[in-house]
């Protein structure tokens, strides 16, 4: 990895490092094209006010308040069943704000977060207090109309336990009274529960296995790993107090906000337990930091399909060992990334602010292009998570796990944190699997991340490839979402089927689950280093989700590429290091990608995968290391990790 490499020159890495950041852009576009139905996120450096106004027209706009329909103010809805008895009048109205939650519900995969005080063009209603009042009742009335409960998350001007910092302290002008409140609609069945995928990630020894623990148990950690013991899977991990698989925890909240946690304190809930009892769920995965367990940290990073990254530093080391590695992944996946600073109890404030600056520092580096916000109170806390889709803003939190503190700014910050990703219900079904097990009475089950489509019980679909490379028929006996039993499973959620007619040893993490298989691909590919050129006939790991596979180059759109070059498809096993992402599935070899040269020789494209097949087999698919792996349109695929940074 980067750490055994030869150290780069200042100028080949800030070469490699604005490749980086051009390359997020570049892959942020291709999945735009490719969902083009979602929302994107933002790509903008600050979410200002005036985008803010330009989201509130967006649902203006599918509201259909256009010329022909008159559009009633907010304010009229809030506050109508103030003024006149007339009941007819009354229930109209009240309907009209049930469309206007309705809306933003839908918007939001059922949570939405509600300015209380502002019409959708960011004007401010000039509520009283008593008239904020009424609103907020008015609210909660038309919510629960559609099982949807309210939490004020934020006041200002209203006085109560929510109530924002900066108004005590006479920082805002503003007198009117204004709140933040999360709407969240109870989930009519569970395969409809609202579930966000957290990678956790950072050095050896960080606390992430502690914090998870005291998250979903609620008790506190001693500082000697009383936290983590529930969370290890393996007898040596327990021993060495070191996480070295793949873990998983779930956390839940239900309508109101509140965590599902158990009523004997310190004791964990099943995943049936919170499942059932929550309307939202994070999934986090617990990951080892010890640089013996990169590969299986970087398995559990691409295969875990995060929607979020948290990396964890403990205050009195910074970011050192694997962090970088860490995050530069998480900056290739291109997913939101949050820092927790763990262990203040115990850290000497000068070396806590030094810690601070380094992390600053490195958010803020070229390779990163970050917009650092630290999070020291609720008030920043509501407005950053409310925002946290923008790629470019990282929040910075500052905790103990021993202590507890500012472990509720955590929470908070969970609970509010906006669903993000992209799937695409509509596209053909595809299903990675990230652990197989043999349940009694059931048979073989593999559970792991429905990438896009849709599946429900008895479809029929093949799994594999096995290491001949071949596709098994199966067909999807049942369908369980955290432990719970679904009649289907969509694009986004984690889930577990039962096969049929498959056996436990047949199936293996890495497999994916698809109605059809390709063997070849065209991918657009970016050279981050590499010594000399690339050419075809290269053979390379690839790394895609949980899919790990050599693969050989079997043709490229020039005679060679070398670093810094974006080209389709380049690289080769040991210091090359690219990024890269599908283009198309299949290979037309009549259609070579340079339609200029006709003088490369095709059979010896297998290199030293290469299994017997004469010459020409290559384009077959029959003779290189590929063998059976299927890719999609518009994966980023990883090869032999990112960058080095800072
Ligand atoms: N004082 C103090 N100790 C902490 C805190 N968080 C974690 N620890 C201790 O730090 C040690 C390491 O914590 P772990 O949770 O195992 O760290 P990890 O990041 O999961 O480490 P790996 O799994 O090996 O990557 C344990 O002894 C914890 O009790 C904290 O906030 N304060
Ligand atoms: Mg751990």
């Known amino acids: 990895m980067t750490t055994r490499t030869a150290k780069q020159l200042p100028h080949e890495r800030r070469k490699g490092e604005a490749a980086l950041s051009d390359f997020a852009d570049f892959v942020e576009k ?23 106004h330009h ?28 003024d006149d008895g007339d009941e007819e009048e009354d229930q109209k109205s009240l309907q009209k704000l049930v469309d206007v939650i309705d809306t933003r519900l839908l918007e939001g995969h059922t949570e939405a977060v509600f300015d209380l005080g502002f019409e959708n063009n960011g004007d401010s209603m000039r509520l009283t207090k008593a008239e904020f009042d009424a609103a907020l009742a008015r609210l ?47 989930p009519s069945a569970a395969e409809r529960v609202i579930e966000t995928r957290i990678a956790v990630v950072g050095n050896v020894d960080a606390g992430k296995s502690s914090m998870l623990g005291v998250l979903v148990k609620g008790d506190l950690d ?20 070191r996480t070295s698989s793949v873990g998983m925890e779930i956390m839940g909240f239900d309508t109101e906000g509140k965590v599902i946690t158990s009523d ?41 399909s995060p929607n979020y990254c948290l990396l964890m530093v403990a205050a009195n080391n910074g970011l050192i060992g694997m962090s970088k590695e860490h995050l530069g992944i998480a900056l290739a996946l291109n997913v939101p990334v949050m820092v927790v600073v763990t262990k203040i109890d115990i850290c000497p404030p000068n070396i806590l602010q030094q810690t601070l600056e380094q992390i600053s520092k490195i ?15 609720r008030e920043e806390c509501i407005n950053t998570a409310t925002q946290f889709v923008s790629q470019r803003i990282c929040p910075i939190f500052q905790v103990s796990n021993v202590t507890g503190e500012n472990l509720d700014l955590v929470r908070t910050f969970l609970n509010i944190l906006p669903h993000h990703g992209r799937y695409d219900a509509d596209a053909a079904f595809e299903f990675h699997v990230n652990d ?39 067909s999807v006996r049942s369908i369980q979402r955290k432990r719970i039993d679904v009649p289907a499973a969509s694009a986004g959620q984690s889930a577990s089927f039962a096969l049929k007619k498959v056996r ?62 974006r080209a389709t498809v380049a690289f080769r096993f040991g210091r090359t290091k690219g990024l890269g992402i599908v283009k198309a599935v299949g290979y037309d070899p009549r259609r070579p990608l340079m339609p200029t040269t006709g003088e490369q020789e095709p059979g010896q494209g297998q290199g030293q995968g290469g299994r017997g097949g004469g010459r020409g087999d290559v384009y077959a698919g029959v003779g290189w290391g590929l063998k059976g792996v299927i890719f999609t349109f518009f994966q980023v695929l990883v090869f032999q990790l990112a960058l080095s940074i800072g």
């Open 436 to 474: 197989t097990f043999s349940v009694p009475f059931v048979g073989t089950v593999v559970s792991g991340i429905v990438k896009s489509g849709v599946i429900h019980t008895g479809d029929s679909v093949l799994i594999g490839p096995d290491s001949l490379g071949n596709f098994t028929p199966t």
């Open 30 to 52: 291709q999945q735009a094209l490719r969902y083009p139905t979602s929302k994107p996120a933002a790509t903008t450096a600050t979410s200002n006010n005036e985008e803010q």
């Open 55 to 82: 989201e509130e027209l967006d649902i203006l706009d599918s509201l259909n308040l256009d010329d022909a329909v008159p559009q009633v103010p907010l304010r009229e809805l809030l506050l109508a069943s103030a």
């Open 222 to 241: 001693d500082g000697r790993g009383k936290a983590r013991v529930n969370l290890f899977r393996h007898k040596h991990e327990i021993e060495t107090g």
């Open 264 to 304: 004997v304190p310190g004791r964990k809930l099943s995943w049936e337990e919170i499942g059932k009892r929550s309307a939202k769920v994070i999934t986090f995965t617990d990951l080892a930091g010890h640089e013996k367990y990169l590969r299986t940290t970087v398995f559990g990073l691409l295969s875990s």
């Open 363 to 377: 958010l803020k580096s070229p390779g990163a292009r970050k917009i650092p916000v630290f999070i020291r109170n």
């Open 504 to 565: 436990r040893k047949d199936v293996r993490k890495g497999m994916v689950v698809l109605p059809k298989v390709h063997r070849e691909f065209v991918a657009e590919v970016l050279i981050l280093s590499h010594a000399t050129t690339i050419k075809t006939k290269y053979q390379a790991m690839l790394h895609v989700g949980p899919v790990s596979q050599t693969c050989a180059i079997i043709d490229v759109d020039r005679p060679f590429i070398r670093t810094g070059d």
């Open 140 to 186: 909660r009335k038309a919510a629960r109309t559609v099982h949807a409960d309210c939490n004020v998350l934020l006041t200002k001007n209203v006085g109560g336990d929510a109530e924002a910092d900066s108004v005590a302290a006479g920082k805002d002008k503003d007198k009117d009274c204004i709140g933040k409140v999360m709407i969240r609609q109870a």
